[in-house]
């Protein structure tokens, strides 16, 4: 407004707006959204391609997989045709088949690393899912994988199930499984016993307090 000796004549104008980013309020406007855009650019985590190695097990269900101390080794479980017996190590990189033969095609088997010895393998079931639940679909057989060869060890254990838990108890050094599930008068039974194997043998436990019987549960060393 200024004086010319006219009438004096008042111009109201409408005040200035001021957008301001919501993550950045004292950047106004536009400068602040792209200053917000260029963070979240710069901070937004990459995509990570998955690792698709041109040989290897295949598409798998129900598998055992342990560390052996120096590769990643899987055993069995179902392909797409077929429950197998295979055994694969994964070095970081690649996939190797490593052995043939040994235990016999299984799914949900128990399978444990043993730091410095190998992986044991317990149990598991001759078909991936059926109608028809037989006990003579249940396995109840124990190997040990020394980084060559499987060696069955003879002992009497657990009854034969499938989707066990198991842990190797590296304080002990015990192979510790618990429950699982196998067949009873043509139906599921869930079990919830507790075993461990050391020094050659089997033991059942029976503690005062346990889990209720489960199967497809998982367990671990905390040590």
Known sequence: MHDDGAPSRMVARPPRRVVRSAMCPHRPGLVGCAVVAVLCATL?????EPTTPSRGPGVRNAHGLAFDGRLTVL???ASERAVVGDTWGWNGR?????CGTGPASRTFPVMVGVPG???LLFGGRRV?????LEPSQFLADLWSWDGRTWRALAATGPSGRAEAAGAWDSKRRRLVVFGGYAARDGDIARLGDTWEFGEGRWQQLA???????RHGAAAWDDS
């Open 44 to 48: 937004a985590p990459r995509q990570v």
């Open 75 to 77: 055993f069995g479980g």
């Open 94 to 98: 690649s996939w190797q088949l490593l």
């Open 117 to 119: 010895e190998g992986v």
């Open 128 to 132: 991936l899912f059926g109608a028809d």
């Open 207 to 213: 503690p005062e307090i346990a889990p209720a019987p």
